[in-house]
């Protein structure tokens, strides 16, 4: 029985490591500009089908971490791209239309995606993957590749946020983004960096998941994406720790409630506990009030 | 010209004229061969759009709040009035409205529940409830088997276009009066300054509750008249992706307008259809009409003005000439 | 004789930081009352505490006898208590006279389903509210400008707006927070004349939050000086103009002779 559990802790392990990368995308966008970027989902669909494209196109075989940070630069380009053409023009207008604008492209993206990829594809192995056993529980070498990269993802992400000065002004930026400026700090392009940055971490996790979970689709921007943000929101939207909790407690809650339960339950459980938790911590577990002055 | 329209405007007999004719036209639509069954069905649906649009405008328009749940309430009244006409009503004439005001009634009782909700949690946060709210939905709907669970459920045929009809008459009435009154100025006061709003001794959370209400209770209609029209409802048809398309409607025809409801609707529906052709390619070109729309309109075509039509007579100040 | 307002002892603790510590205000009524002191000092915390944004750690506020504390800011207003903010909140896309008609509403007493539906007293009622808030605005210099936009008025005029619409709810008190704020001298002399004249009018008291000293001092019977969350003084005109340790507060401390 305690070997059950210590496999689905493996998988609840994999799949918390990947929603905590998404969900970091969206905390720090939101950490920066206070906007729920709607498509940021969808560039983490493009990131799998971004690997696939390479891992399959290509006639040289490229090496696993080659393709990694190919597909990282790509979609954090594509994500820096999106901030500068569709969202840096509505900084000033009401805030919705900037969410309204996200979900637009969102929308774009995938169906753009769906034209050209009608039905699911299959993610090819860019390794061989090994099964090791240590008494009744097996582990493949990818699941551990899988949650290796994505913690050291969020090491390298920790580092760049407390130790560089990129961190430091995106922390300025999400403390005061009005005297940001006037101390020097170059706003826009750190915004630009943080969108590239974000956008980079969901396309790397778009890329584990496919193969992870080897059938990608169009539109699974749309669900894991939703998910991952409600995972960023348990956390406590905003914050960098919290994304990565609350994409662990959403991929342990997901995995266990499939291990335990009818498989159907799984989505009626993760979002009731979802909304339990916000009903208690309307601001997430580690998430903070805005502050107003009145 | 400008002045013959604001006094077509102005005239107080134009707009229910235009609604006895449209009636009278819809009616006569079931008795004589005026319409293909394609362009009823095109019809049926604008006038269903209309009806989710405006409801959630309300909330999301006017009262500033960011729903993304409003699938859900259209879930909810589709399967409400389901049950009612597959499995609990006899065949009558009176099946469609009991039908309709059922799943109205249930959409809106749940729609209470989130208004509750909404007093402690506001703006993004809020959104995110909803969306929990708009899965949770979906998810306990796939779980229940007396309803079909994701098998779905086959409704009978009943929605017609001047039901339809009238219930868009209905819906834009009813809210038009609400917005209207202290309780809209009240929900526009939350949207604009809760704190001063406060302090004016405005009944905030009368004015959610009832917004939220009447909100879902019309998103309830609408999903109880696609149901006895589609011949066909699952849980797949009230996911994320549908309310999106109610929010891009909200959006592109302008937040906080009832003009804007129907021509965001009008426009989604009829440019879906008309780019058929295209297939998914719709999806593409429609969404960055959207953005495009935002860049240089971000409140939508007709954000937050109004056809003077649509203003009840007290309303209607002599404007100074510029 | 009982003071219409009472601030008793009140204190208010936000975290760590203690923003007003023993707080007590007598105002009685039918006076001008001003608050004064350096900035940071806990005056609009003290309003936001008496209209019900915050609840105190400590203390009670009492209006007509009547604890207040710990209510909800709709029914503070309802129980008669007016305010306007120091950074003006009107409703900036409604017009001047949605504004005030706002306020006027909780005076109308229709029900959603008459609202819904229609019905005859719907029409009868806001015609009344029309009616009642134009003529409210009619003093103030207003009424022509009842159907532009509130955020299109100058902004001596958006402060008026915000006064009248305070004013819409009958309340017994006004609360004015910076009332002179961003006014040059001659405006703040007109300001002076014109507070007399609503305060006669309405027949309200003012209690006035306000850096402008020569407004404070022509306009108030009394004044309470805060200084770090506390009352440091409380009396006339003239002993808070001649009571040391006022000044002590506003100028930091005398020199040594």
Not at chain 2, 95 to 105: D, I, R
């Amino acid at each position: 029985m305690t070997f059950y559990l210590a496999q689905q802790t493996i998988n609840a392990l994999q799949l918390g490591s990947i929603y905590a990368l998404i969900a970091l995308g969206y905390s720090m966008v939101y950490g920066v500009l206070v906007m729920i970027n709607f498509a940021h989902g969808d560039l983490f669909m493009l990131g799998a089908f971004a690997c696939l494209l390479l891992a399959v196109l290509l006639p040289v075989h490229l090496p696993f971490v080659v393709i990694l940070l190919l597909v990282m630069i790509v979609i954090g380009l594509l994500g820096a791209f999106i901030e500068r053409v569709a969202y840096r023009p509505l900084r000033d207008a009401p805030r919705v239309s900037a969410i309204i604008t996200a979900l637009g492209c969102g929308l774009v993206i995938e169906n753009t995606t769906l034209s050209l990829s009608p039905y699911p594809q299959f993610m090819p192995e860019l390794f061989d993957s090994r099964t090791l056993s240590f008494g009744s529980l097996t582990v493949t070498t990818l699941q551990i590749l899988i949650i290796g990269v994505a913690l050291g993802l969020m090491l390298g992400l920790d580092f760049l946020i407390r130790r560089t000065s990129f961190g430091m002004a995106m922390r300025a930026i999400s403390f005061d983004a009005r005297t940001v400026p006037l101390m020097g700090i170059p706003v826009n392009r750190m915004i630009s960096l943080t969108f590239f940055v974000g956008a980079g971490l969901g396309g790397a996790a778009g890329m584990l998941y496919g193969l992870a979970y080897p059938q990608i689709s169009a539109t699974m921007g749309v669900l894991i994406g939703w998910k991952a943000f409600i995972a960023a929101v348990i956390g406590g939207i905003g914050s960098i720790r919290g994304a990565v909790l609350g994409g662990f407690i959403l991929g342990g809650v997901e995995v266990m409630a499939v291990a335990y339960l009818p498989s159907t339950y799984r989505d009626l459980i993760s979002y009731s506990l979802l909304l339990a938790i916000l009903v208690f911590k309307p601001y997430g577990l580690l998430g903070q009030p805005p502050n107003q002055k009145l | 010209m400008r002045h013959f329209l604001d006094s077509v405007a102005r005239c107080r007999w134009a707009l229910p004229a235009l609604i006895a004719v449209g009636f009278a036209f819809v009616v006569a639509c079931e008795y004589f061969p005026l319409l293909n069954d394609y362009s009823k069905i095109v019809l049926i649906t604008v006038g269903i759009n209309i009806i989710l649009c405006s409801s959630l405008n309300l909330v999301n328009g006017y009262m500033g709040e960011f729903s993304v749940g409003h699938a859900g309430f259209m879930a909810l009244g589709a399967y409400a009035s389901a049950l009612m006409t597959i499995k609990w009503l006899p065949a009558s004439v009176f099946e469609l409205p009991l039908g309709v005001l059922f799943g109205g009634t249930i959409a809106a009782a749940i729609g209470f529940l989130l208004a509750l909700l909404s007093f402690k949690t506001r703006g993004d946060y809020l959104a995110i409830i909803t969306l929990a709210f708009l899965m949770i939905v979906k998810s306990a709907i796939e779980n229940i088997n007396y309803v079909g669970g994701p098998r779905g459920m086959t409704p009978p045929v009943l929605t017609n276009l001047p039901w339809t009809f009238f219930w868009v008459v209905v819906t834009l009435w009813v809210i038009r009066n609400l917005i209207y009154s202290k309780f809209g100025r009240a929900i526009t006061a939350i949207r604009e300054d809760e704190i001063a709003a406060n302090a004016m001794g405005v009944r905030i959370r009368e004015a959610k509750i009832l917004a939220f209400v009447t909100s879902s209770f019309f998103g309830g209609v609408a999903g109880a008249l696609y149901a006895q029209v589609n011949f066909f409802i699952d849980p797949k048809s009230f996911d994320i992706v549908k309310s999106t398309e109610i929010l891009v409607m909200v959006y592109l025809g302008g937040i906080a307008s009832l003009g804007g409801s129907i021509i965001g609707a009008v426009i989604f529906t009829v440019l879906l259809q008309v780019l058929q052709p295209l297939g998914t390619w719709r999806m593409v070109i429609l969404p960055l009409i959207l953005v495009l729309l935002m860049l240089f309109r971000p409140r939508g075509i007709m954000g937050m003005r109004e056809l003077t039509w649509f203003l009840p007579a007290g309303e209607l100040f002599k404007r100074p000439k510029p | 004789m009982s003071a219409l307002l009472e601030i008793d002892e009140v204190t208010k603790h936000f975290g760590g930081l203690c923003a007003i510590s023993n707080c007590n205000v007598r105002i009685q009524a039918g006076s001008t009352h001003g608050i004064i002191g350096p900035n940071g000092a806990g005056k609009s915390t003290l309003f936001n505490l008496i209209t019900g944004i915050y609840k105190p750690t400590r203390g009670d506020i009492r209006f007509r006898g009547e604890s207040i504390s710990g209510l909800r800011p709709g029914r503070i207003a309802l129980k008669g208590i007016g305010r306007t903010f120091q950074s003006i909140r009107l409703l900036k896309t409604r017009t001047v006279l949605d504004n005030v008609r706002i306020a006027y509403d909780s005076q109308l007493h229709y029900s959603p389903l008459e609202a819904m539906l229609r019905l005859p007293r719907l029409g009868r009622d806001e015609e009344k509210s029309i009616e009642a808030s134009l003529a409210l605005l009619h003093p103030f210099g207003l009424a022509d400008q009842a159907h532009d936009l509130a955020g299109d008025l100058p902004y001596g005029s958006q402060r008026k707006l915000e006064i009248a619409r305070a004013l819409a709810l009958k309340p017994d008190i006004l609360l004015l927070d910076e009332p002179a704020a961003g006014m040059n001298t001659g405006e703040t002399a007109d300001l002076v004349g014109f507070l007399r004249w609503v305060k006669d009018h309405f027949q309200v008291t003012l209690v006035l939050i306000e850096h402008h000293m020569h407004l404070v001092m022509s306009l108030c019977d009394r004044i309470t000086v805060l200084d770090f969350g506390q009352t440091i003084a409380e009396g006339t005109p003239e002993e808070i103009r001649t009571n040391p340790r006022v000044i002590d507060a506003y100028l930091g401390g005398t020199e040594e002779e």
